[in-house]
């Protein structure tokens, strides 16, 4: 059996229950085509309307969503459909655009029959999902001049779909890139010749500022650079730098980036093993950066060097009041259940690689006396890191804080939003993540929080990205990540 995907000048979009939970904007966002949703939707939408979770919240917005389309069209029979274009339409930032601005011209359908069951024999129509490929079953008897499609985040119902020739797709707006090969990697490679030929036609100054040295150039091949873009060279005299400023005249300015692989300069003890490392460094370092993400696989040392540059900063330097620690609690196994005590006594089963790398950077609770060495690891938790769980993040305002956000990739969009806006002066956030290792459902490493956050903040001068490729947590470890 082959489906095509017949162009037409409108389509009929039948959605799925868990496109409307995973964004709560679903139905605006088809532009000039039709939404249908069938009656199942609106029963599982009303079963999973309690509660305090992120999927509860989208779906009491669905329902004031229709509520309010509804009220908008009192007087017009519903069975005629509710033109989407007068409740307007959401930009990027979900924010509701001018009805009078709207692309699109499409109208929202509700299922006001029942409708016969056209389900081969081995598919009851009982269950929810095969209802929903009932519905869009019969639409398309019933509607042949219309192209029917199908959207859902389910894949096993586009399989079924499929299986019975009914066109489906996922729900692609929330697609932050369509390669995630094309994600910024905040790092560029710079030309053999880059530094000679620069020297050679006199385009080079160069100057110091405190311990650091400058150098402003015009260069085209920077011209698509990004405010703290790090920039190498190899050979025999290697450069590392960081790009502080480019205007509108492409020319650029690149700071030297300070080298923590020697002792002399380390974090908490801590040195850089490679060029990544060491421009991570130098972003966790830098007061001017207000915003980090850090991409890498599992070892690349992504948590060790967020909490050492936390340290030196919080009790060294003090630029900030405490660190703040917060993961999505999003089990790989099976879950525990519930778990008794405080909010902290909760997440310290979560905050394992955050005890893991306590130990690294407080050696002395191994080599000391064993009382001694955890009563001085746990009194520095206590005075200065907090543990947090993200379910009371909303309302909350962090002055001074280092924030730091572990396991960023099981995070949806709006998720990463809300962390992020609780940022009040004085506040550096980090998100740490590896793409490839998402647990959520529904989520995929184009349409992660995480993903999100990296390509959006990247042409912004307070934010900076690395993403980390070698592993250095052990020989077995770069091993199993190479072979496993």
Not at 41 to 58: H, I, M, P, Y
Not at 155 to 163: E, G, S, T
Not at 235 to 246: E, T, V
Not at 289 to 312: E, H
Request: charged share 25%; with cysteine.
């Amino acid at each position: 059996m082959t489906i095509e995907k017949k162009e037409q000048k409108c389509r009929l979009f039948v959605l799925d229950t868990n496109v409307l939970m995973h964004d709560p904007t679903a139905i605006f966002r088809f532009q000039e085509h039709d939404v249908y949703l069938p009656m199942v939707v609106l029963e599982e939408l009303d079963a999973g309307k309690k509660g305090t979770s992120e999927v509860a919240r989208n779906v009491r917005q669905v329902t004031r969503f229709l509520a309010d389309l509804i009220h908008n069209h009192a007087g017009k029979p519903i069975d005629q459909g509710l033109p989407l274009s007068t409740f307007g339409s959401f930009d990027e930032n979900d924010e509701i655009q001018d009805p009078v601005d709207t692309p699109h011209n499409g109208q929202l359908f509700f299922q006001t029959q029942i409708l016969e069951d056209v389900l081969p024999d081995n598919l009851p129509g009982k269950k929810p999902d095969n209802n929903i490929l009932n519905v869009a079953l019969r639409l398309g008897e019933l509607y042949p001049d219309k192209n029917i499609t199908l959207v859902s985040k389910d894949i096993n119902l586009r399989v079924k779909a499929y299986a019975l020739g009914i066109y489906s797709e996922d729900y692609y707006n929330d697609k932050v890139l369509d390669d995630v090969n094309l994600l910024y990697s905040g790092t560029h490679g710079l030309e053999e010749n880059f530094w000679k030929r620069h020297t050679e036609d006199s385009s080079l100054t160069s100057w110091q500022e405190g311990e650091f040295s400058f150098y402003k150039l015009k260069e085209d091949a920077l011209a698509q650079a990004y405010p703290n873009q790090c920039i190498y060279s190899e050979g025999d005299q290697p450069f590392d730098g960081i790009i502080k400023n480019r205007d509108d005249e492409d020319v650029v300015t690149i700071q030297v980036a300070r080298d923590y692989h020697s002792h002399h300069h380390s974090v908490w003890g801590i040195t850089a093993r490679n060029r990544e490392q060491n421009f991570a460094l130098n972003l966790l370092m830098d007061p001017e950066v207000d915003f980090v993400t850090l991409l890498g696989v599992a070892g690349t040392g992504k948590t060790l060097m967020a909490l050492a540059a936390g340290l030196v900063q919080t009790l060294d330097a003090q630029l900030y009041r405490e660190i703040i620690v917060t993961r999505v609690t999003v089990p790989v196994g099976e879950d525990i259940g519930f778990l008794p005590g405080t909010e902290e006594e909760k997440m310290t089963p979560w905050m394992g690689a955050l005890m893991d790398n306590l130990e690294v950077l407080n050696p002395s609770g191994m080599n000391e006396s064993g009382d001694w060495g955890r009563s001085a690891t746990s009194d520095l938790i206590n005075t200065r890191i907090k543990i947090r769980s993200l379910n009371f993040m909303r309302g909350r305002t962090f002055l001074n804080r280092y924030l730091i956000i572990d396991e960023a990739q099981n995070l949806t969009p709006k998720q990463v939003k809300t962390l992020i806006t609780r940022a009040g002066p004085g506040t550096k956030i980090v998100c740490l993540g590896n793409i490839a290792q998402i647990d959520t459902p529904y989520l995929s490493e184009t349409t992660s929080g995480l993903t999100y956050v990296v390509d959006r903040f990247k042409q912004w001068s307070h934010s900076g990205h690395i993403t980390l490729k070698r592993g250095e947590r052990s020989r077995l470890a770069d091993f199993a990540t190479e072979v496993l």
